[in-house]
């Protein structure tokens, strides 16, 4: 206290001093510098001194509380949410170990799009000092520090589908290459701190990291990927007294390893591994696949069409604000699809199997979904606020298989009212004086105005036209993909054709490897709201623009609750619909069919969404969203069990929340 | 890091706060006095001045409550602020600082000049260098799992330090994991690209190979748990299986084109037990035939190559002070350092190093054949004459080591005595030493436990009674043989258990069938090479620093317990010109190998067609001598020749990328020899 007081003193002394001024010269000169380099200092407290006590301030707080952080037993979170919550279950390992499971059959993860991390290995002058950093996964730093050159390096070459030159990105490989998307996001992490409880290590575990930007067969091509996941799983088996390995896809992995189980088998002539007709035999004990998208996904059009998919898993979520065109004017959406539009395995999620299984302009299998009743059972945030409207009245059927439509009304009405005008032939226009201006440049430029037009008026697409469509607007990515991916059903599997690498991550032009023993299911989660059809509009402003958006004003309201912000969606695991999940392993593999002619047993585990209870379990134990799902207490118990040695009866055979066998009966296949 | 950095500021900044605050107190009292004399004169505004000092004090409310605290948040805000700006205007810094040119690395180089990446190429980490991490633990170690207790930033050390000795030790009975943790290597590049933040092992190497266009499809590097014996690292892991399935695929997919290995330090001999291993019969091989090096492997470059053992490793074993196994006491010598904090630190490295079989490995081998007896060694007078040599090409920083001016020596300096007891005993001729064989050394009286009031028994010493440790004393010098006799009376569990898994004797027979024992197989002395006349075996290593060869002991007796008997006499100093300094006598070398131990087979015993080398594979030495970096920019120097620096040497950098690109060893320029280590090996008498 005594501090202030003598502050205070010299300024009252100068008051006085010039009322009495005069009296005491001498004294008054010596005094009158002291007070004044006083003032003067005070003056400069005021502002930056201020400022800087404020920083110093928050820094010493900041300090403290992070040593406190550091201090802090590691235990004490969890202690603080059995406080709240209750005691906590066991995580699934240690239960398991109680129960006396212990490590047997070797794991393989084959992690999905965009969860797997990138890193540089050759870059332009840009990328100075990013040698061996991750550019994708991780924190992306770079792409904030510096987007342009981010996006350059992110982007493969738009005619071969491989690097462009000078550049060269390869996956991440190990295990650190997909347990964790960005810090604390957990993809595989908690499924791989699970197993490692029962005993498992780095040598019974091994992430099958590709470079998921690639078209499958090119990841084998250019990085021979699929050779070493053969010679790894090989090994595992030899090293692990010749125990079968227990395969864990997620997500696009599925179809990797679809692909992968055909290439293994196919003569080396024919781009094959050349492991002979019975290497998944001798290899393979199960197929777990998680979230699988057999048939591909709705979103996936949208992410072509307009990069609009509300998210092709993460990236969107992840940095929404930043991926807003509006706010850096920096046109990020035209950037974001011209980089996507390189990637050749976004085309592996286009839907599969056209009218068929997807559903035509009056007709789809999952007609008669009730999307109130379903949401009524799950209090997530995202549905809340509709289940109240949509419950009280009364649904009418939705017609899903039109997956794009222009006009909210165009997606109601009868189809014998819709005035379609074929686009096939439109020319495109050829207006290319404003190119230049733009920075980023889509293939939409070269359509033109006539070329908009003519894909508006067709006003409806069913999964058979959709492709149609991606052809017209992306003819680049779409000639490069056809050489790699095929979407159709096969009428004949015998036929010489299909022996072809494009066909071999469809389930449905492709047979199942002859292994009677193996096991195949496919864990997915539902109860989540998941897209499966867009009402589309015209944006007014088609220069720089990308000409088609998503009409976010379409709302269903209480006479179609499934509707909403021009998005139908369906059951399913918020990116996956349960039809593209579960259909093959329903019907078109169940028994032998000729899509699996040695009957190699099928299994589904539903994980029915609950949201997580507070806030403190973050992204919860019993999620069935798409890629939290792998947290999943239920999931992870089942892949435990399995690993170590449990059969699908011994886990329960199947286990069904969701309507999938009766949609499954609609669909009209041959088998 | 940088956070240590801020608050190492943060706490000396705190005196100067004071002491402005000091300076403040000194001053105003003055000016108060003044005050008080002058105010009671003044009586007429009295009432004026109480309302303009309310209004003033309104005013300057808010300088009056500027406290001790908040010049001290006043500060820490400044230093923060200033802080931030430089940090900024340092990362708005164009890369390439003008003035300041980056030398091109030879990648880029060599890139321009044509080469691209055609032999897919397997690094193989020595000892210490690489990462482990844990997968299971006990209680103590909490949220530690798949994190790194080795490598990385050490950060565990000093949070748990008891915890993290726990984990790293192996089980002292079977040399295998102690039951409820498991620890393993990292895999991957990552495992020993950098050992620290910002102290690369492999990683300029890795830069340099991916410039002329390697990535993970042709570039492995073989990680393995460098604690465990080479078998082991094959029972527990895998690991040799996994190197030899990793090999066979990048040659498969790599267009049928053979790789080039380059093991550095331990790795060397790591991979000399590979060789045996995989073209061994499968329960203990890896049954890949009598053809498999030759078909798979086009060249061995071993960098740093520990083939006949360090003397390192015998004082490291013994007590502990070896001046570094690589890097744990250059890391962190403060800390490790036993009479700071009481915690008998030394004594506990001892322990857990005990533990590790793999520094058994390092053994000097070939016993006194090799690195002579008590009168006689290969490098007596070499180590001078080089040393001297040394000097004139390094600029005179590294040479508080040994003086090395005298030109004249009258003895010999008898190397070969590994470990002495007093300087005397280091030079006496040997028919005035007081010894006895080592053998006679009673091993019986382990009853005589007297020290059982100590508790728990940290290291062997507990167990040995004085009477022995004053006998070991009294055997005044060791040579490279007795030594393992000394080793066995200190250390029996670890030596039992790691003698199970090497050897460092001479084979006089290698038809003998005992060979096939894969104790035998890192020895490069009691092995063959394999049958593969097209492969090439580089030896790669620095020259012109003073290396550790022999060492000058005294017991340092105490009544405390868990205490070391034995210490570096650090006292025994040689006269001028001597090789002694602080008890230990230098010779040339790399600063942990000595130039004899890695340059040995490659210039004699594997040279042309001998009894180890039965097909003749061509040998080539490669010599790089020791330049310190000049300045303080260029980090640890582009020409070092340390054992750990070398792999940033650019005359290196550049041999390992024509071999990859596909140039053999006389494209290259065959030998280059700076040391003495043709003439060291002349005089060693051994059969081929």
Same mark, same amino acid.
């Given at each position: 206290?005594s501090?202030?007081?003598?502050?205070?003193?010299p300024?009252?002394?100068?008051?006085? %001093?010039? /009322?009495i001024?005069?009296? +005491?010269? #001498?004294d008054?000169d010596?005094?009158k510098?002291?007070?004044?380099?006083?003032?003067r200092?005070?003056k400069?407290w005021?502002?930056?001194?201020?400022?800087?006590?404020?920083?110093? &301030?928050i820094?010493?707080?900041?300090?403290?509380?992070l040593?406190?952080?550091?201090?802090?037993?590691?235990?004490?979170?969890?202690?603080?949410?059995?406080?709240?919550?209750?005691?906590?279950?066991?995580?699934?390992?240690?239960?398991?170990?109680?129960?006396?499971?212990?490590?047997k059959?070797?794991?393989?993860?084959?992690?999905?799009?965009?969860?797997?991390?990138?890193e540089?290995?050759?870059?332009h002058?840009?990328?100075?000092?990013?040698f061996?950093?991750r550019?994708?996964?991780?924190?992306?730093? /770079?792409?904030?520090?510096?987007?342009?050159?981010?996006?350059?390096?992110?982007s %493969?070459d +738009?005619?071969?589908?491989?690097?462009?030159?000078?550049?060269?990105?390869?996956?991440?490989s190990?295990?650190?290459?997909?347990?964790?998307f960005?810090?604390?996001?957990?993809?595989?992490?908690?499924?791989?701190? +699970?197993?490692?409880?029962?005993?498992?290590?780095?040598?019974?575990?091994?992430?099958?990291?590709? #470079?998921?930007?690639?078209?499958?067969q090119n990841?084998?091509?250019r990085?021979?990927?699929l050779?070493?996941i053969?010679?790894?799983?090989?090994l595992?088996v030899?090293? +692990?007294?010749?125990k079968?390995?227990?395969?864990?896809?997620?997500s696009?992995?599925v179809?990797y390893?679809?692909?992968?189980m055909?290439?293994?088998?196919?003569?080396a002539?024919?781009g094959?591994g050349?492991g002979?007709l019975?290497?998944?035999?001798?290899h393979i004990?199960?197929?777990m696949?998680?979230?699988?998208?057999f048939l591909?996904?709705?979103?996936?059009?949208?992410?072509?069409?307009?990069i609009?998919?509300?998210?092709?898993a993460?990236a969107?979520?992840f940095?929404p604000?930043?991926?807003?065109?509006d706010v850096?004017? %920096?046109?990020t959406?035209?950037?974001?699809?011209?980089?996507t539009?390189t990637?050749?395995s976004t085309?592996?999620?286009i839907?599969k199997?056209?009218?068929?299984?997807w559903?035509?302009?009056?007709w789809?299998?999952e007609g #008669?979904f009730?999307?109130?009743?379903?949401? *009524?059972?799950?209090?997530?945030t995202q549905t809340?606020?509709?289940s109240?409207?949509g419950?009280l009245?009364?649904?009418k059927?939705?017609?899903y298989?039109?997956?794009?439509?222009?006009?909210?009304?165009?997606?109601?009405i009868?189809s014998f009212?819709i005035?379609r005008?074929?686009f096939?032939?439109?020319?495109?226009?050829?207006? *290319?004086?404003?190119t230049?201006? &733009?920075?980023?440049?889509?293939?939409?430029?070269e359509m033109?105005? /006539?070329?908009?037009?003519?894909?508006?008026?067709?006003k409806?697409?069913t999964?058979?036209?959709?492709?149609?469509?991606l052809?017209?607007?992306?003819?680049?990515?779409?000639a490069?993909?056809?050489?790699?991916?095929?979407?159709?059903?096969?009428?004949? *599997?015998d036929?010489?054709?299909?022996?072809?690498?494009?066909?071999?991550?469809?389930p449905?032009?492709?047979?199942?490897?002859?292994?009677? #023993?193996m096991e195949?299911?496919?864990?997915?989660?539902v109860?989540v709201?998941?897209?499966?059809?867009?009402?589309?509009?015209l944006?007014?402003?088609?220069?720089?623009?990308i000409?088609?958006?998503?009409?976010a004003s379409?709302?269903?309201?209480?006479?179609?609750?499934c509707?909403?912000?021009?998005?139908?969606?369906?059951?399913?695991?918020?990116?996956?619909?349960?039809?593209?999940?579960?259909f093959?392993?329903?019907k078109?593999?169940?028994?032998?069919?000729?899509f699996n002619p040695?009957g190699?047993?099928?299994?589904?585990? /539903?994980?029915?969404h609950?949201?997580?209870a507070?806030?403190?379990?973050g992204?919860?134990t019993?999620?069935?969203?798409?890629?939290d799902?792998?947290?999943n207490?239920a999931?992870?118990e089942?892949?435990?069990r399995?690993a170590?040695g449990?059969?699908?009866?011994? *886990?329960?055979?199947?286990?069904v929340?969701?309507?999938?066998?009766?949609?499954?009966?609609?669909?009209?296949?041959q088998l | 890091?940088a956070?240590i950095?801020?608050?190492?500021k943060?706490?000396?900044?705190?005196?100067?706060?004071c002491s402005?605050l000091?300076?403040q107190?000194?001053v105003?009292p003055?000016?108060?006095k003044?005050?008080?004399?002058?105010?009671?004169?003044?009586?007429? @505004?009295?009432?004026?001045k109480?309302?303009? !000092?309310?209004?003033k004090?309104?005013?300057k409310?808010?300088?009056?409550e500027w406290?001790?605290?908040?010049?001290?948040?006043?500060?820490?805000?400044?230093?923060?602020?200033?802080?931030?700006?430089?940090?900024?205007?340092?990362?708005?810094?164009?890369?390439t600082?003008?003035?300041?040119?980056?030398?091109?690395?030879?990648?880029?180089?060599?890139k321009?000049?044509?080469l691209?990446?055609?032999?897919?190429?397997?690094?193989?980490?020595?000892?210490?260098?690489? $990462?482990l991490e844990?997968?299971?633990?006990?209680p103590?170690?909490?949220?530690?799992f798949?994190k790194?207790?080795w490598?990385?930033?050490?950060?565990?050390i000093?949070?748990?330090?008891?915890?993290?000795?726990?984990h790293?030790?192996l089980?002292?009975?079977?040399?295998?994991d102690?039951p =409820?943790?498991?620890v393993r290597?990292v895999?991957g590049? @990552?495992?020993a690209?950098y050992?620290?933040? $910002?102290?690369?092992?492999?990683?300029v190497?890795?830069e340099?190979?991916?410039?002329?266009?390697?990535? $993970?499809?042709?570039?492995?590097?073989?990680?393995?748990d460098?604690r465990?014996?080479?078998?082991n690292?094959?029972?527990?892991d !895998?690991?040799?299986?996994?190197?030899k399935?990793?090999?066979?695929?990048?040659y498969?997919?790599?267009g049928?084109?053979?790789?080039?290995?380059?093991?550095?330090?331990m790795?060397v001999i790591?991979?000399?037990?590979?060789?045996?291993?995989?073209?061994s019969?499968?329960?203990?091989?890896?049954?890949?035939?009598?053809?498999?090096?030759a078909?798979?492997?086009?060249?061995?470059?071993?960098?740093?190559?520990?083939f006949? =053992?360090?003397?390192?490793?015998?004082s490291?074993?013994?007590?502990?002070e070896?001046?570094?196994?690589?890097f744990?006491?250059?890391?962190?010598?403060?800390l490790?350092?036993?009479?700071?904090?009481g915690?008998?630190?030394?004594?506990?490295?001892?322990?857990?190093?005990?533990?590790?079989?793999?520094?058994?490995?390092?053994l000097?081998?070939?016993?006194?054949?090799?690195?002579?007896?008590?009168?006689?060694?290969?490098?007596?007078g070499?180590?001078?004459?080089f040393?001297?040599k040394?000097?004139?090409?390094?600029?005179g920083n590294?040479?508080?080591?040994?003086?090395?001016?005298?030109?004249?020596?009258k003895d010999?300096?008898?190397?070969?005595?590994?470990?002495?007891?007093g300087? @005397?005993?280091?030079?006496?001729?040997?028919?005035?030493l007081?010894?006895?064989d080592?053998?006679?050394?009673?091993?019986t009286?382990?009853s005589?436990?007297f020290?059982?009031?100590?508790?728990?028994v940290?290291?062997?010493?507990?167990?040995?009674?004085?009477?022995?440790?004053?006998?070991?004393?009294?055997n005044?010098?060791?040579?490279?043989?007795?030594l393992?006799?000394?080793?066995?009376?200190?250390?029996?569990?670890?030596m039992q258990?790691a003698e199970?898994h090497?050897?460092?004797?001479?084979?006089?027979n290698?038809d003998?069938p005992?060979?096939?024992?894969?104790?035998y197989?890192?020895?490069p002395?009691e092995?063959?090479?394999?049958?593969a006349?097209?492969?090439?075996?580089?030896c790669l290593?620095?020259v012109?620093?003073?290396?550790?060869?022999a060492?000058v002991?005294?017991?340092?007796?105490s009544?405390?317990?868990?205490?070391i008997?034995f210490r570096?006499?650090?006292?025994a100093?040689?006269?001028e010109?001597?090789?002694?300094?602080?008890?230990?006598?230098?010779v040339?070398?790399?600063?942990?190998?000595?130039?004899?131990?890695?340059?040995f087979?490659?210039?004699?015993?594997?040279?042309?067609?001998t009894?180890?080398?039965?097909?003749?594979?061509?040998?080539h030495?490669?010599?790089?001598?020791?330049?310190?970096?000049?300045?303080?920019?260029? =980090?640890r120097?582009m020409?070092s020749?340390a054992?750990v620096?070398?792999? =940033?040497?650019?005359?290196?950098?550049?041999?390992?990328?024509?071999v990859a690109?596909?140039?053999t060893?006389?494209?290259i320029g065959?030998d280059?020899?700076?040391?003495?280590?043709?003439?060291?090996?002349?005089?060693?008498?051994?059969?081929?």
């Amino acid at each position: 206290m005594s501090f202030p007081r003598r502050r205070k003193a010299p300024k009252t002394q100068n008051s006085e %001093l010039h /009322e009495i001024d005069g009296e +005491n010269e #001498d004294d008054d000169d010596d005094k009158k510098r002291n007070p004044k380099t006083n003032l003067r200092k005070d003056k400069r407290w005021s502002c930056v001194d201020s400022c800087c006590w404020l920083i110093g &301030c928050i820094c010493s707080i900041w300090w403290f509380l992070l040593f406190l952080y550091n201090a802090m037993p590691a235990s004490f979170p969890q202690y603080v949410t059995e406080a709240i919550t209750g005691p906590l279950p066991d995580p699934p390992g240690v239960k398991l170990l109680k129960e006396g499971l212990k490590v047997k059959h070797p794991v393989v993860f084959v992690p999905g799009i965009v969860t797997g991390g990138l890193e540089l290995w050759e870059g332009h002058q840009c990328a100075e000092g990013l040698f061996r950093k991750r550019l994708w996964g991780g924190s992306f730093g /770079e792409l904030y520090k510096r987007p342009l050159c981010w996006v350059e390096h992110i982007s %493969l070459d +738009n005619e071969t589908g491989l690097d462009p030159s000078g550049i060269r990105l390869r996956s991440v490989s190990g295990l650190v290459a997909a347990d964790y998307f960005a810090p604390g996001y957990f993809v595989w992490a908690v499924l791989i701190a +699970n197993l490692a409880r029962i005993g498992y290590e780095e040598k019974t575990m091994y992430m099958a990291a590709y #470079d998921w930007r690639l078209s499958f067969q090119n990841t084998e091509v250019r990085d021979q990927t699929l050779s070493r996941i053969k010679s790894n799983i090989e090994l595992m088996v030899a090293t +692990n007294g010749g125990k079968k390995v227990v395969v864990i896809p997620h997500s696009m992995g599925v179809l990797y390893f679809l692909h992968f189980m055909k290439w293994v088998e196919a003569p080396a002539p024919m781009g094959g591994g050349g492991g002979g007709l019975d290497w998944c035999a001798k290899h393979i004990k199960a197929v777990m696949n998680i979230g699988a998208p057999f048939l591909g996904v709705p979103k996936a059009v949208a992410g072509l069409f307009s990069i609009e998919a509300k998210d092709i898993a993460i990236a969107r979520a992840f940095a929404p604000g930043v991926l807003d065109k509006d706010v850096f004017g %920096l046109q990020t959406f035209q950037h974001m699809m011209r980089m996507t539009r390189t990637w050749d395995s976004t085309m592996s999620m286009i839907p599969k199997g056209g009218d068929t299984i997807w559903g035509g302009l009056d007709w789809s299998p999952e007609g #008669d979904f009730n999307c109130s009743a379903k949401k *009524l059972k799950n209090n997530d945030t995202q549905t809340a606020d509709q289940s109240g409207k949509g419950s009280l009245g009364s649904t009418k059927r939705v017609n899903y298989g039109r997956i794009l439509s222009f006009g909210k009304d165009v997606a109601d009405i009868h189809s014998f009212e819709i005035k379609r005008v074929d686009f096939r032939g439109a020319v495109k226009g050829n207006n *290319l004086i404003n190119t230049t201006k &733009c920075d980023a440049w889509t293939e939409y430029h070269e359509m033109g105005i /006539e070329g908009v037009k003519a894909v508006a008026d067709y006003k409806v697409y069913t999964a058979g036209s959709i492709l149609d469509l991606l052809h017209y607007v992306a003819p680049k990515l779409m000639a490069r993909g056809d050489a790699h991916f095929s979407h159709g059903i096969a009428d004949n *599997l015998d036929d010489p054709k299909y022996e072809h690498h494009k066909y071999w991550s469809n389930p449905l032009e492709t047979k199942l490897p002859n292994a009677p #023993d193996m096991e195949i299911y496919t864990m997915y989660g539902v109860g989540v709201p998941t897209e499966r059809a867009y009402v589309y509009k015209l944006t007014p402003a088609a220069e720089c623009y990308i000409p088609f958006q998503i009409d976010a004003s379409a709302e269903g309201g209480s006479e179609n609750p499934c509707l909403k912000g021009g998005v139908f969606s369906v059951d399913g695991d918020e990116t996956v619909p349960v039809l593209s999940a579960g259909f093959m392993c329903a019907k078109g593999w169940r028994g032998t069919t000729r899509f699996n002619p040695s009957g190699i047993r099928t299994y589904i585990r /539903e994980y029915d969404h609950a949201p997580p209870a507070n806030f403190l379990e973050g992204r919860g134990t019993q999620s069935g969203a798409h890629v939290d799902i792998m947290g999943n207490f239920a999931l992870i118990e089942d892949v435990i069990r399995v690993a170590a040695g449990a059969t699908g009866e011994d *886990l329960g055979g199947d286990q069904v929340y969701s309507d999938i066998y009766k949609w499954s009966e609609k669909i009209n296949l041959q088998l | 890091m940088a956070s240590i950095l801020r608050f190492r500021k943060l706490c000396y900044v705190e005196p100067v706060k004071c002491s402005s605050l000091g300076f403040q107190s000194y001053v105003t009292p003055k000016v108060g006095k003044k005050d008080d004399g002058i105010v009671p004169k003044v009586k007429t @505004v009295v009432v004026e001045k109480k309302r303009e !000092q309310q209004k003033k004090k309104k005013k300057k409310r808010q300088p009056k409550e500027w406290r001790c605290i908040d010049y001290c948040c006043w500060m820490i805000g400044y230093m923060c602020t200033t802080w931030w700006l430089l940090l900024f205007l340092y990362h708005c810094l164009p890369a390439t600082w003008p003035g300041f040119q980056v030398p091109e690395s030879p990648g880029t180089r060599l890139k321009r000049e044509g080469l691209t990446a055609l032999h897919p190429v397997v690094l193989v980490p020595g000892i210490v260098t690489g $990462g482990l991490e844990l997968w299971e633990g006990r209680p103590c170690s909490e949220g530690l799992f798949r994190k790194r207790l080795w490598a990385g930033s050490f950060s565990e050390i000093f949070k748990r330090p008891l915890c993290w000795l726990e984990h790293l030790s192996l089980n002292n009975e079977t040399g295998l994991d102690p039951p =409820g943790i498991r620890v393993r290597a990292v895999p991957g590049l @990552v495992s020993a690209d950098y050992f620290a933040p $910002g102290y690369f092992v492999w990683a300029v190497l890795i830069e340099n190979l991916a410039k002329v266009g390697y990535e $993970g499809k042709n570039l492995h590097m073989a990680a393995y748990d460098w604690r465990l014996s080479f078998q082991n690292t094959e029972i527990r892991d !895998q690991a040799l299986s996994r190197l030899k399935s990793n090999i066979e695929l990048m040659y498969l997919t790599n267009g049928y084109k053979k790789v080039v290995v380059v093991p550095h330090s331990m790795g060397v001999i790591y991979f000399l037990h590979f060789l045996k291993w995989v073209e061994s019969p499968p329960p203990t091989g890896g049954g890949g035939g009598s053809g498999w090096c030759a078909k798979h492997i086009k060249a061995i470059m071993n960098i740093g190559p520990a083939f006949l =053992g360090v003397p390192k490793a015998v004082s490291n074993i013994f007590s502990s002070e070896a001046k570094d196994i690589a890097f744990i006491r250059s890391f962190a010598p403060g800390l490790l350092d036993s009479e700071i904090l009481g915690l008998q630190t030394l004594e506990h490295i001892m322990r857990v190093s005990r533990t590790w079989d793999s520094i058994v490995s390092l053994l000097p081998k070939g016993g006194e054949t090799i690195w002579g007896n008590l009168d006689w060694s290969a490098e007596e007078g070499h180590g001078f004459s080089f040393a001297k040599k040394g000097q004139a090409s390094m600029s005179g920083n590294n040479l508080n080591n040994s003086n090395q001016r005298s030109l004249q020596l009258k003895d010999p300096v008898k190397y070969g005595r590994i470990i002495s007891f007093g300087k @005397v005993a280091s030079q006496l001729p040997s028919s005035q030493l007081s010894t006895f064989d080592s053998k006679e050394f009673p091993r019986t009286n382990t009853s005589t436990n007297f020290n059982s009031s100590c508790g728990e028994v940290w290291t062997e010493y507990d167990e040995m009674s004085r009477e022995r440790i004053r006998k070991i004393a009294e055997n005044k010098a060791y040579t490279a043989r007795t030594l393992f006799d000394l080793l066995r009376s200190v250390a029996p569990k670890m030596m039992q258990r790691a003698e199970a898994h090497f050897s460092h004797g001479i084979s006089e027979n290698l038809d003998d069938p005992k060979y096939e024992h894969y104790r035998y197989w890192s020895n490069p002395l009691e092995t063959r090479l394999p049958d593969a006349p097209d492969m090439e075996i580089y030896c790669l290593y620095g020259v012109g620093i003073p290396t550790e060869r022999a060492y000058v002991y005294k017991s340092s007796p105490s009544e405390k317990c868990k205490n070391i008997p034995f210490r570096i006499d650090s006292s025994a100093e040689g006269d001028e010109g001597s090789c002694l300094k602080s008890g230990v006598y230098f010779v040339d070398g790399d600063e942990s190998v000595p130039v004899l131990s890695a340059g040995f087979m490659c210039a004699k015993g594997w040279r042309g067609r001998t009894r180890f080398n039965p097909s003749g594979m061509e040998t080539h030495i490669r010599e790089y001598r020791h330049k310190p970096p000049a300045s303080l920019l260029e =980090g640890r120097g582009m020409e070092s020749g340390a054992h750990v620096d070398i792999m =940033g040497n650019v005359a290196l950098i550049e041999d390992i990328l024509r071999v990859a690109a596909g140039a053999t060893g006389a494209e290259i320029g065959g030998d280059k020899i700076y040391s003495d280590i043709l003439r060291m090996s002349e005089r060693i008498n051994i059969r081929l």
